[in-house]
C-alpha cells in the first residue's frame, strides 16, 4: 500500500508525507504515523512494515470495560446466566455502561423481545426520582422477572413489555443504581446534565447497537420522568435534525409525570377532599380563606399566592403571604394552622400513614420500627382470606423494594450483570442525591411539551404522546396532569373539533376498555382523550403511581395499543401464558397433604389442592359443632344448628337460625341466623346486621362479609372460614327483611303493604320477640343495631321505634348505638356529591365539569355543592344525566368501581341485582359473574421456595383470589341446596328459590 512519499537528502535530512494525514498524523493515521517514527529512530527503510512490533492491547481493568470496541462490548454485556431465574428465558439480555460523559458511566440492561419478534420496535424506560433507577422500575413493574421474597430467586413477570418490544433500562444520572462516576465526589446535578448525559448514552448505544437505528424508538418512563423524558426527546429531536443521531423516533409516554407544580398543588386539595382523606370542614375553611371571589373552588389557585418549590424539591412558604396560609415553624401552633395549604400538601400527601403513591393501598405486615414487639402473624387456611395487604399480588409492592435491593447486591449477580467491583451498592433510589444535589430547573413541562409537539420531524414522522395517570395516585395526581395538559392543548389550538392533521383520529374523552380476550366481557380501564398532533391524555382506573405494578394486565394492552397506533380497547395478539417453572424449582415439596395445609411461615395465601378439598368434602360428617343446649329456650333449642353441609374446619360457637314471629304480626315471618360470639357470648353485645336494599338478604352479608364462614368457589359446596368474623367479639345476629326478601314471607302475600314504616314496625317487634321469647338471656347484653346500603334507612326507622318502645316500658333492651356504612341517608345529597365525586376520581373530565358547571350554575355558584335534583333548567337536567349517564354506562360494580373481574365470559349475566334500589342505576346491568377457571393452575403440587407468581393473582383487582367475583353464585347455590335449607330450618315458599336480592 503507497504509505506517502519519501526525500533523503544529504546529512540524514529526510523529507516525509504521509498520504492521506492531515496536521495532526498520529490521529488520522496512527499506524502509518507509528511505523515511519520506529523506522526513523532505529534507521530502518521506511518500507519496514511494523511485523515485529506487538499491536495487541493490553486487557483493560474491570472498571475501564466499558472502552472495549463496540464490536466487542455487545458481546461482552451479552448476559450469560443470570442467577436465580426460575424459568428458562426466551429472549436475550444485555447489561454493561454506556458513555454519559467522559467520567459518568451510566448502567443500562437490555432486555429483547423474543426472537419470533423481528424488528421489535425499542423502548426506554426511565424512572424518576431523580434518584430512582430505571432497573428497579424493570424488576418491580414492566420487566420480564420479579424477585421473589427471598431476595434470590426471580419469578416470569407474564405481562412484562419486553413480551413486544426490545426494552432499554437506563439508570440516570450517576450515582443512581449501578451507574457511576470516576470522580470521586462527583455531586453536581441538574435536569440539563442528565438530559445531556442520557442523550451521549443513546449516542453510545446505537453505536454498540447499530440494527436499532432504523427501528421505531419510543422514550417511556414515569414520576420524575416527566422532566427527564421532554428534556431527553428535546435533545434527540435537536440531533436528528443535525443527523448526529438519525434514528426513528415515533414516541413518548410519560406515566403519573411530575409535569407541573403549580396543577399538583392546586388539584390534589380538592383530590384529597374527593378521596375522603380530608373532610368538609377542613376544605370548607380552606377555600373560604384562600378563594376569595372563586365560585368553583376546583379552580382555586393555592400554588401561586402563597407557597413556591424549591431547586431541591421543597415547598416553603412565600415572603409576605397570608400567615394563615403559610407554613407554621412549630409544633405550638392555633388550631387555625392544621388547615394551612402546606399541612395538607406536605402532612396530608406524605406525612400521613397512607401510601401517598397509592392511597388504597395498604400493607398489613409492615411494622413502625425494629423495636416494635412482632406479634404471631394472621393466619389462614383459605386462599381467599388475606392477611398480607390490600393487593393481588400477595403483598409484593410491600416488599419488593427490599427483595429487589437484596438480589441486585449478591455478588453473583453483579458478576452477571458485569458491575465491577469498586461501584457502590444497588439501591431502589439514592435519597442524598434526591434530597441534597440535585438541582431542579423544570418546574412546569408545558414549554418542554409545547416544543416537542410542534416540531417539524414529531408531525412529519406521525410521532405519538401518551400522557397517562394511575387515579389513584397523590403524589403525581391524574387531575394536575390532565389541567396542564388541556392547558398545553389549548395554548396550541389542539382542538379536538377541528380539522386533524394526522393520521390518529380525534376524539372527546370516553372510556378505555380492557379485555383479556373476545370471549370475556371487556372491563373499563379507564379514560382517554386525544388531542390533535396524536397526544393522548389517558388515566388507568384502580392504579396508582406505579402503573405496571398496580395493574400490569391494563399497563401491557395499553403501551401495546399506543406503540402500535391502536385503539387503547382492542385486543393484543400477545400470549401471556406463563413459562415453565426449571426442574430445580419443581418438585422441591408438596402441599397435597389430605386436609388444609397448615400455615405458611412466610405471610403467602396458601391454595389447598384440589384432592384435599374433595377429602374435606368426603369428610362433611366430622365436622363438629357447637351444640351445648344450655340455657337455650324451647325455641332456641328447636333452632340450633346442630349440622351444617360444607363447613370444612371445626366451629366452637353455637349457632341458630329459623323464624320470628311475633305476636302482633302473626302472619309475618322474618328469617333469622344468629351466631354466638367466639368469645365470651354471655358478657359480649349482641349486633344485629341489616343488609339493604331494599329487598337484599342479610345473609348475604353473613356469607360475603362479616359472618364466621364464606363459600368456597365450587358450585356452592364448601365453606371456609372468615377469620375476620365479626362474631369473634360480638353475638351477631342476622335478619331478612322485609318479608319476601330471602327466606322470609307473609301468610298474605296479596294484601302486605311493602314500606319503610312497615318494615320498621315488623323489625322492631322481631327484636322484641327475639329477646324475650327466643334468647331472653341476652336482652341485657349491650345491644347494637348495624347495616349498609339501605339500612340507612332501615337502622334509623328500627332505631326510632326501639327507643320509644324502650321509654313506654314495653322493651327490656339494653340499646347501646347503631353504626351504618355506607348508608342512604339522602337521595339528593348523594346525587349532588356523587358530581364532584366523579370529577375528583377521574370517571369525568374537566369538559364535562366545565360544561355541567356553565349550565347548571351559569357561573354564579360552586358546582361541588350546587343542588343538582331541584334544578329547573333544562339544559342542566339534560347535561346532569349525560354526566351520570356516562359512569353508568362504564361501570360493572357500583359498589366498588376498582373492583374488576377480568374472567367474566361474555353474555353471561350474574344473579345478583345491583343493589341500589330506589336510584337511577335499579334497573341496570346485574352484577358480573365469574369463571375462574384459573384456579386450576395453582392446584398443581407446590414447591418449598415461595414462587410469587402462584400466590399473585392477576384475573380480578381484589385482593381475595377473584370472591367478590364468584361470591353471589356460590352463595346462591348454597342455600338453594336442600340440606342446607334443612339445616338451617327454613322454608321456600311463595317463591321457586332464595335469591339475594328481591
Not at 619 to 639: C, F, G, M, S
Not at 694 to 712: A, D, V
Request: hydrophobic share 35%; aromatic share 14%.
Amino acid at each position: 500500500m503507497d504509505g506517502g512519499l519519501r526525500t533523503i537528502y544529504t546529512n540524514n535530512i529526510h523529507v516525509i508525507s504521509v498520504r492521506g494525514a492531515g496536521h495532526y498524523v498520529p490521529i488520522s493515521r496512527p499506524a502509518q504515523a507509528l511505523q515511519v517514527v520506529r523506522n526513523f529512530l532505529n534507521g530502518f527503510s521506511y518500507d519496514n512494515c511494523l511485523r515485529m512490533v506487538n499491536l495487541g492491547a493490553a486487557p483493560l481493568l474491570p472498571m475501564y470495560s466499558y472502552l472495549n470496541p463496540s464490536t466487542s462490548r455487545r458481546d461482552a454485556d451479552e448476559i450469560k446466566n443470570l442467577p436465580g431465574l426460575t424459568f428458562v428465558p426466551n429472549f436475550k439480555q444485555y447489561s454493561g455502561y454506556l458513555n454519559g460523559s467522559d467520567k459518568h458511566r451510566l448502567h443500562y440492561w437490555l432486555v429483547q423481545a423474543p426472537s419470533q419478534f423481528v424488528a421489535a420496535p425499542l423502548l426506554l424506560w426511565l424512572n424518576g426520582g431523580p434518584g430512582s433507577s430505571s432497573v428497579w422500575g424493570m424488576l418491580t413493574e414492566n420487566g420480564p422477572f420479579r424477585p421473589n421474597r427471598d431476595g434470590k430467586t426471580l419469578y416470569e413477570n407474564v405481562y412484562s413489555w419486553n413480551r413486544f418490544a426490545d426494552v432499554l433500562y437506563l439508570e440516570a444520572p450517576h450515582n443512581v443504581g449501578y451507574s457511576y462516576s470516576t470522580q470521586a465526589d462527583d455531586n453536581a446535578y441538574t435536569d440539563d446534565q442528565t438530559a445531556d448525559e442520557n442523550y451521549n448514552a443513546l449516542k453510545d448505544f446505537f453505536s454498540i447497537y447499530p440494527e436499532y437505528m432504523g427501528r421505531e424508538f419510543f422514550v417511556t418512563g414515569e414520576s420524575y420522568g416527566g422532566v427527564y423524558i421532554p428534556t431527553l426527546s428535546r435533545r434527540l429531536l435537536q440531533g436528528i435534525f443535525t443527523q448526529e443521531l438519525p434514528i426513528n423516533f415515533k414516541g413518548i409516554a410519560i406515566g403519573n409525570g411530575e409535569l407541573t407544580t403549580k396543577y399538583q398543588v392546586n388539584s390534589v386539595i380538592f383530590q384529597l377532599y374527593t378521596y375522603g382523606l380530608v373532610g368538609k370542614t377542613e376544605y370548607d375553611a380552606l377555600t373560604s380563606r384562600c378563594c376569595a371571589g372563586v365560585n368553583d373552588t376546583t379552580k382555586c389557585d393555592f400554588y401561586t399566592p402563597y407557597i413556591y418549590f424549591d431547586y431541591l424539591g421543597n415547598y416553603h412558604p412565600k415572603d409576605g403571604a397570608d400567615p394563615w396560609n403559610g407554613y407554621a415553624k412549630t409544633r405550638e401552633v392555633t388550631s387555625s394552622f392544621s388547615f394551612q395549604i402546606l399541612g395538607i400538601v406536605n402532612d396530608q400527601v406524605w406525612n400521613s400513614l397512607n401510601d401517598p403513591y397509592n392511597v388504597y393501598q395498604d400493607c398489613y405486615q409492615t411494622y413502625l420500627d425494629n423495636n416494635t414487639t412482632i406479634p404471631a402473624p394472621t393466619t389462614s387456611t383459605s386462599p381467599y382470606v388475606n392477611t398480607v395487604s390490600s393487593d393481588s399480588l400477595n403483598g409484593f409492592p410491600c416488599w419488593c423494594d427490599q427483595a429487589a435491593a437484596v438480589y441486585m447486591n449478591q455478588p453473583e449477580v453483579r458478576r452477571a450483570l458485569h458491575i465491577p467491583d469498586s461501584v457502590q451498592p444497588w439501591i431502589v433510589s439514592n435519597p442524598t442525591l434526591n434530597t441534597l444535589y440535585y438541582n431542579r430547573s423544570y418546574f412546569e413541562m408545558d414549554d418542554e411539551l409545547k416544543f416537542i409537539l410542534t416540531n417539524y420531524f414529531y408531525k412529519t414522522n406521525n410521532m405519538h404522546m401518551l400522557i397517562y395517570n394511575g387515579d389513584t395516585d397523590q403524589v403525581c395526581n391524574h387531575l394536575g396532569d390532565q389541567w396542564l395538559i388541556e392547558e398545553v392543548a389549548a395554548n396550541l389550538s389542539l382542538t379536538i373539533n377541528g380539522p386533524n392533521r394526522s393520521f390518529q383520529a380525534v376524539q372527546k374523552r370516553r372510556a378505555w376498555f380492557y379485555e383479556i380476550q373476545y370471549s370475556y366481557q371487556p372491563t373499563l380501564a379507564g379514560y382517554e382523550k386525544i388531542f390533535q398532533n396524536n397526544l393522548h391524555l389517558v388515566t388507568v382506573k384502580g392504579s396508582g403511581h406505579l402503573v405496571p405494578m398496580d395493574r400490569p394486565r391494563v399497563a401491557l394492552q395499553m403501551i401495546y395499543n399506543f406503540v402500535f397506533n391502536r385503539s387503547l380497547s382492542l385486543v393484543i395478539p400477545i400470549s401471556t401464558a406463563p413459562t415453565a417453572l426449571k426442574p430445580e424449582y419443581t418438585g422441591m415439596g408438596t402441599c397435597s397433604e389430605t386436609s388444609y395445609p397448615s400455615a405458611s411461615p412466610l405471610p403467602a395465601i396458601l391454595m389447598p389442592t384440589a384432592f384435599a378439598m374433595l377429602d374435606d368434602i368426603v369428610e362433611e360428617e366430622e365436622v363438629l359443632l357447637n351444640t351445648d343446649p344450655a340455657n337455650l329456650t324451647d325455641k332456641a333449642l328447636a333452632d340450633m344448628i346442630t349440622n351444617l353441609p360444607g363447613l370444612t374446619f371445626n366451629v366452637s360457637f353455637r349457632q341458630f337460625s329459623g323464624y320470628l314471629t311475633s305476636t302482633d304480626y302473626p302472619s309475618d315471618h322474618l328469617f333469622y341466623w344468629f351466631m354466638e360470639s367466639q368469645n365470651d357470648p354471655v358478657n359480649d353485645p349482641v349486633v344485629l346486621w341489616l343488609n339493604g336494599g331494599p329487598g337484599c338478604s342479610s345473609l348475604g352479608g353473613l356469607l360475603e362479609e362479616l359472618g364466621p364462614f364464606h363459600n368456597n368457589n365450587d358450585n356452592g359446596t364448601t365453606l371456609f372460614e372468615n377469620i375476620y368474623s365479626w362474631n369473634k367479639r360480638a353475638n351477631v345476629l342476622f335478619l331478612e327483611a322485609p318479608v319476601g326478601v330471602g327466606f322470609s314471607y307473609t301468610d298474605t302475600p296479596a294484601s302486605y303493604h311493602w314500606s319503610d314504616d312497615t318494615t320498621a314496625d315488623n323489625n322492631a317487634q322481631a327484636i322484641k320477640y327475639f329477646f324475650e321469647q327466643v334468647f331472653p338471656s341476652y336482652k341485657h347484653n349491650e345491644f347494637f343495631v348495624t347495616g349498609e346500603s339501605y339500612a340507612g334507612v332501615y337502622g334509623p326507622t328500627l332505631s326510632e321505634r326501639l327507643v320509644k318502645m324502650i321509654d313506654a316500658g314495653v322493651l327490656d333492651l339494653n340499646f347501646k348505638g347503631m353504626a351504618i356504612g355506607n348508608g342512604i341517608l339522602s337521595e339528593y345529597l348523594q346525587t349532588n356529591s356523587e358530581v364532584a365525586l366523579q370529577y375528583g376520581r377521574g370517571f369525568n373530565g374537566i369538559d364535562d365539569w366545565n360544561q355541567l358547571s356553565l349550565d347548571c350554575t351559569a357561573g354564579m355558584s360552586n358546582p361541588i355543592y350546587f343542588d343538582y335534583s331541584s334544578s329547573s333548567n333544562t339544559t342542566c337536567t339534560k347535561y346532569l344525566d349525560y354526566f351520570l349517564g356516562t359512569f353508568d354506562e362504564a361501570i360493572i360494580d357500583p359498589y366498588n368501581v376498582y373492583q374488576d373481574c377480568f374472567l367474566t365470559p361474555r353474555r353471561i349475566t350474574g344473579r345478583k341485582l345491583l343493589k341500589t334500589a330506589g336510584r337511577r342505576r335499579q334497573a341496570l346491568q346485574r352484577r358480573r359473574d365469574a369463571v375462574i377457571d384459573a384456579l386450576n393452575a395453582t392446584q398443581a403440587p407446590q414447591p418449598l421456595f415461595t414462587d410469587n407468581r402462584a400466590y399473585s393473582w392477576s384475573d380480578s383487582t381484589d385482593a381475595f383470589r377473584g370472591f367478590p367475583c364468584f361470591n353471589d353464585d356460590n352463595m346462591q347455590t348454597y342455600l338453594n341446596r336442600p340440606e342446607v335449607i334443612t339445616a338451617i330450618h327454613a322454608k321456600l315458599l311463595h317463591r321457586r328459590e332464595w335469591t339475594d336480592c328481591s
